[in-house]
Structure formats: structure tokens, C-alpha cells
T-cell receptor, first 116, second 109 residues
Framework: DTGVSQNPRHKITKRGQNVTFRCDPI?????LYWYRQTLGQGPEFLTY????????KSRLLSDRFSAERPKGSFSTLEIQRTEQGDSAMYLC??????????????FGSGTRLTVV | GIQVEQSPPDLILQEGANSTLRCNFS?????LQWFHQNPWGQLINLFY???GTKQNGRLSATTVATERYSLLYISSSQTTDSGVYFC???????????FGTGTSLTVIP
């Protein structure tokens, strides 16, 4: 397994356009997380999936954001009608959750979004 | 929400020196992890340590959950240790990790 893979690495888009990012987690992991990180800050939680079910969403995830994880495999994060404030690094992570324990938490390299 | 504070915010070390990074959190936590974000932005999981002490090579970590803090020790620092160190906590009532403010470490040769 090569870890968590994210595509694309970079995305430049014009304000108002829609963008979609993809995350391929580690295959044995049952949890997949999306985070957003801006310069000088720690990652901020957006949403997570347990297998194919989206179980929690942050208040940061406005109606313009939607995430899916069909069949509990890869996940996509779509941002509609992008705004300049959406410019950030979007990080995906996966882990193996057993009870209250969270093991093997692994981040991808991220997708850097620039909205112009 | 829970507050996660890290200190110091910035640290400059001579290669070979030792350091201690601290993470304080404002509420009881279920899980705690330490991450290193290298200068290229990649986040690497260092420790999963909700309580107790763990060691991995030159790094070790201790979490005292009852007193709501965790410490990360770096011994014999190397230039490759440079980057930002984050602690992240998960509260008992939730399933998301809250990241601290980070400690930016620079190791100079």
C-alpha cells in the first residue's frame, strides 16, 4: 500500500467555478477524514466517513461543500461556486478505528486550491 | 469547543540539542496524537498516545490525561527534525480531532 493518495496536487480555479478533489485512503482503513489547512494554522476538521457513511460534518462545511464516499472506497470533495476564501490546502486522512482507538492515522499530501 | 494550546510557538535549536514541546488541552480527551509537518507540508503521525509514555528512536511522548497535557521530547535533534509539530486531541463526545496551534521547530547545523 502506498499510503493516502490525493489528486490533483494543485488546482487553480476562477471564482464561481466548481472543483472536485479525490482521495484514495489506505485500503485496510475504515475511516476517512477531510481537513482544511490555511497558512500558519493547524488542520481544521471538515467531515469524516465510517466506511461509506458520512457521520459528522463541521460547521465549516457550508452548503457549497459536499463529500461522498461511494462503496466505502475513495472519496470526493466538491466545492461549488468557489470563493477566494476557499483557497487553502485540503487534506485527506484515513485511519483504522476500533472502539475508541484510532490507529494508523495517515494524511495524504493534500490538494492546494487557489481561487483567483 | 476544546482549546488546544502548544508551547513554545517557535523554537530554534542547534543540531544535537534536546527539546521538550508541550500541549495543553482544556477538556477531557479520548485520543491524542502528535504529528510532524515537514517543510514540504506532509503531515506524519509520530505517536498515538491518549495516556502514558511511548518512545520511538530519538522521540518520546508522555500524556498525563488527568492533568490535561502532553509532552513531546526530541533528543539529539537533527536538521531533518525541522518543521511544525502539532498535537491533536479527540474529545469523548466527538469523532473529530482538534489540532493545536503548532510549534515551529528549526534545527540549524
Amino acid at each position: 500500500d502506498t499510503g493516502v493518495s490525493q489528486n490533483p496536487r494543485h488546482k487553480i480555479t476562477k471564482r464561481g467555478q466548481n472543483v472536485t478533489f479525490r482521495c484514495d485512503p489506505i485500503s485496510e482503513h475504515n475511516r476517512l477524514y477531510w481537513y482544511r489547512q490555511t497558512l500558519g494554522q493547524g488542520p481544521e476538521f471538515l467531515t469524516y466517513f465510517q466506511n461509506e457513511a458520512q457521520l459528522e460534518k463541521s460547521r465549516l462545511l457550508s452548503d457549497r461543500f459536499s463529500a461522498e464516499r461511494p462503496k466505502g472506497s475513495f472519496s470526493t470533495l466538491e466545492i461549488q461556486r468557489t470563493e477566494q476564501g476557499d483557497s487553502a490546502m485540503y487534506l485527506c486522512a484515513s485511519s483504522f478505528r476500533v472502539g475508541q482507538g484510532d490507529y494508523g492515522y495517515t494524511f495524504g499530501s493534500g490538494t492546494r486550491l487557489t481561487v483567483v | 469547543g476544546i482549546q488546544v494550546e502548544q508551547s513554545p510557538p517557535d523554537l530554534i535549536l542547534q543540531e544535537g540539542a534536546n527539546s521538550t514541546l508541550r500541549c495543553n488541552f482544556s477538556d477531557s480527551v479520548n485520543n491524542l496524537q502528535w504529528f510532524h509537518q515537514n517543510p514540504w507540508g506532509q503531515l506524519i503521525n509520530l505517536f498515538y498516545i491518549p495516556s502514558g509514555t511511548k518512545q520511538n528512536g530519538r522521540l518520546s511522548a508522555t500524556t498525563v490525561a488527568t492533568e490535561r497535557y502532553s509532552l513531546l521530547y526530541i533528543s539529539s535533534s537533527q536538521t531533518t527534525d525541522s518543521g511544525v509539530y502539532f498535537c491533536a486531541v479527540e474529545v469523548w463526545t466527538g469523532n473529530q480531532f482538534y489540532f493545536g496551534t503548532g510549534t515551529s521547530l528549526t534545527v540549524i547545523p
